[in-house]
């Protein structure tokens, strides 16, 4: 029986790679978080280091300046997976706000991180 820890990292690596995971074992990814302080960085190594323990792939966490980098470098390439905030997420695949006039159509979601609430502040 496949342990959780195998099949999390089977299943990160042939969905990062469009491998099957049989294959996806021996797969290199670098997962995107953010710099230091955001909530994706510790998310990220935490990951990683549940992935890496296993010895199936290696995860390579590379901290970058967030969503909007990171929705760009991983519709770029297929060894890389990751974290980007919903909203922005929805604009690059419909190639607005930020990506204006640029679809990113080599996007996937895996898993949501946590909830995020809209909160509004008025006036009374």
Excluded: C, W
Excluded at 31 to 55: K, M, Q, R
Aim: no cysteine; aromatic share 8%.
């Amino acid at each position: 029986m496949i342990g959780r820890r195998a099949f999390l990292a089977g299943a990160v690596a042939a969905a990062a790679t469009g491998m099957s995971p049989a294959r996806a074992q021996t797969a290199v990814l670098e997962f995107l978080t953010a710099g230091p302080g955001s909530a994706f960085l510790p998310y990220g190594e935490g990951i990683a280091n549940v992935v890496n323990s296993t010895g199936l792939l290696r995860l390579d966490v590379t901290q970058t300046k967030g969503s909007i980098e990171n929705l760009s470098a991983v519709n770029a390439a297929t060894n890389r997976i990751g974290t980007a905030f919903i909203g922005s997420a929805y604009e690059a695949i419909h190639g607005i706000g930020p990506f204006a006039g640029r679809k990113h159509d080599n996007l996937r979601a895996i898993a949501p991180m946590y909830e995020t609430s809209f909160q509004i502040a008025a006036k009374t």
